[in-house]
């Protein structure tokens, strides 16, 4: 879980995704949009669904680079909509040194 957190950390991707999935969290809706995106009949904990956000959002990455004709905009702003509304669920640790 924390390796995802620092990896969302340091995710780069085009301002124009981040924008569009920022303006979707709004509608975010965890039991209908997670269901759907993790093709699942019961909605996963948030370090779960986390965990298979970046994975799929990783192989959306490589399609989006490489150009791929199946590549799907919007599959890509629902899955980054998803993973920063379940990032978001995700407790919070405390470092101190």
Do not use: C, W
């Amino acid at each position: 879980m924390t390796d995802a957190l620092d990896l969302l950390k340091n995710l780069h991707r085009p301002r124009l995704l981040i924008r569009a999935a920022r303006f979707g969290l709004v509608d975010y809706n965890r039991d209908r949009d997670l269901k759907r995106l993790m093709k699942s009949s019961s909605t996963p904990a948030p370090a779960r669904a986390v965990d298979r956000l970046v994975e799929q959002e990783a192989r959306l990455e490589e399609h989006r680079q490489a150009g791929d004709a199946g590549y799907s905009v919007a599959r890509h702003v629902d899955v980054l909509i998803a993973l920063m509304a379940e990032a978001r669920l995700l407790p919070r640790t405390i470092n101190r040194v």
